[in-house]
């Protein structure tokens, strides 16, 4: 290794060290302020393992395990479906549509789907001009259940449609020749590539399940329907008790923990054939009975998807959005939410670069049959068990802590901000990584020529071949951040609202025309923002 590329190695290493140290605070000053806690109040804890919170352990594994199964299951037969249909008129802009839920605040999509479904909804009206007796509402494990599916069914879709298409084309083109009809082509081809992705896929809806805040809070409708983020939002906001959050907050941890550790052993990647095409794909023809029942089942996907949107954007447009508009409260949550989404993108994709810098350079200045060090380890996916950490943890970890040195609320700004830079760094990480090392790949040993390092590397080599990654990053940490109502709910105040802060306060205060207007704003600008990350992440032509 020449003293330029040391330099240049130390460099990078040295800001990946640095943003993993920064990671390591954040995180770790919200176990220890659980550990104080616990520490100073052990009786406190211990007695917070009562009947209820058994209850509430309880419901939180039924709704995640019922929630799964009512998105998973169908989700592979509509990816099948999809599959077995690869041209027909809309089928890009459904598949497109499959990514607006994984946009939507859910915040937004909860008032969408009471809109649509609760005592006061569509669905409501429509029962009622029939003669049928009042509709019931949807708050409640129904309730619950219908959200998780809404935001689920469309992303398990995508995933497992993902993994069909990597079935080679040759495998299809046998089956045509081998004349197999549609039971054959699924048993023999198609449900292998579906039941290997099964444990990766039911895995992650049930881990965002088990750690789903905002859905639960706004549909759950009492402490029947109470998951564990919901009873440490309540025990710090609502009965101030540290010492019962603290135990709430350590086994929701534990859980999460627990179902990462069950996928680490069953979720293992699926084989693909690595032989080159030599044909296109040539699907085993459909039956006019499979046909109709493809169709069925994506038209009812679609209108899963489709209708809480609707609701929602007739819902907005019936509210006087001059008026909401015009409200100082909502300009002033609108220019705060903004502010803090900006920032918290530009520490999120600040810090994913320096880690994708800094693996690549350990990479680089490893010898050959070496060992990856730790600090490369963790620059490499170290960083991405911040997601089993849920930001509600996170939050609730510094609200105990910080209530020792002063007014919790003052510090809103900066644990809204780096909370949601750190929870939305894997995504911006996933962005830059292959642009990077193809990047680095090209002109590593040119730049170590030339002594190219730092900020002139930065500015004449990478990026310009890193500024739609970084753009789509940004993009997306910004919706991210813009949407979420986990962090603010535990900080926020009358001096610090957020758009979703202020909206879950007009719903709680039942001035709903006003909730469904500023849904239909915030729901517009995170879709915007996801549609421009899109955008950019395409390649161009």
Not at 120 to 142: E, K, M, Q, R
Not at 268 to 293: F, K, N, Y
Not at 419 to 429: D, G, L, S
Not at 496 to 522: E, F, M
Request: net charge positive; aromatic share 8%; glycine share 10%.
């Amino acid at each position: 290794m020449t003293p330029h590329t040391r330099r240049r190695t130390d460099a990078r290493v040295a800001a990946g060290a640095t943003a993993l140290a920064a990671i390591g605070v954040l995180v770790g000053g919200a176990f220890a302020g659980l550990a104080m806690e616990g520490a100073a109040d052990p009786s406190g804890a211990i007695s917070a393992f009562d009947p209820y919170m058994a209850r509430v352990v309880r419901f939180t594994l039924w709704q995640a395990l019922l929630s799964t199964l009512l998105s998973v299951a169908p989700a592979m037969s509509v990816a099948r479906a999809l599959s077995r249909h690869p041209v027909f008129p809309g089928r890009g802009w459904l598949v497109g549509l499959f990514a607006v839920p994984l946009g939507l605040p859910a915040i937004v999509a909860a008032l969408g789907i009471l809109a649509l479904l609760g005592r006061a909804g569509y669905v409501s009206g429509l029962f009622t001009l029939l003669g049928a007796d009042g509709w019931p509402g949807i708050y409640g494990l129904a309730g619950i259940l219908i959200a998780h599916v809404f935001f689920n069914l469309p992303l398990a879709t995508r995933l497992f449609l993902e993994a069909l298409d990597t079935v080679p084309p040759d495998q299809w083109r046998l089956a045509s020749q081998l004349g197999m009809g549609a039971t054959a082509s699924f048993r023999l081809i198609e449900w292998p590539v579906l039941r290997a992705s099964l444990p990766g896929v039911a895995g992650l809806v049930f881990m965002l399940c088990i750690t789903s805040f905002t859905l639960v809070l706004t549909l759950g409708g009492g402490p029947g329907a109470t998951t564990l983020e919901v009873a440490i939002y309540q025990a710090l906001r609502f009965d101030f008790d540290p010492a019962r959050a603290a135990a709430l907050t350590m086994l929701q941890i534990a859980l999460a923990m627990a179902v990462v550790a069950l996928l680490a052993r069953i979720g293992a990647p699926s084989a693909s054939d690595t032989g080159l095409p030599v044909s296109r794909p040539r699907l085993v023809a459909a039956g006019a009975a499979e046909t109709v029942l493809n169709a069925m089942l994506i038209v009812l996907a679609a209108l899963l998807v489709v209708s809480p949107m609707a609701a929602t954007v007739i819902g907005g447009l019936e509210a006087d959005l001059l008026r909401l508009v015009g409200e100082a409260s909502v300009r002033k949550a609108a220019t705060t939410s903004l502010a803090f989404a900006f920032l918290s993108a530009l520490i999120s994709v600040t810090t994913a670069l320096s880690l994708v810098s800094a693996r690549r350079a350990l990479e680089l200045g490893r010898r050959r049959g070496e060992r990856p060090s730790l600090l490369e380890r963790l620059a490499d996916t170290g960083a991405g068990f911040v997601l089993v950490v849920p930001p509600l943890v996170v939050g609730a970890g510094w609200f105990i802590l910080l209530r020792h040195i002063g007014d919790v609320l003052l510090f809103a700004p900066v644990m809204v901000v780096s909370v949601n830079a750190v929870m939305a760094m894997p995504f911006a990480v996933r962005a830059i990584r292959p642009a990077y090392d193809a990047a680095s790949e090209r002109h590593e040993r040119l730049c170590a020529q030339l002594g190219l390092a730092g900020w002139n590397r930065l500015r004449l080599v990478e990026l310009p071949v890193l500024r739609r990654p970084l753009l789509t990053g940004f993009a997306f940490a910004m919706a991210l951040s813009l949407g979420d109502l986990g962090v603010i709910a535990l900080f926020g105040s009358d001096a610090v609202q957020t758009l979703p802060y202020l909206l879950y306060q007009r719903l709680g205060s039942y001035r709903t025309a006003d909730a469904a207007g500023l849904a239909l704003l915030l729901g517009g600008l995170c879709l915007v923002l996801m549609l421009a990350a899109d955008r950019l992440g395409r390649k161009p032509a």
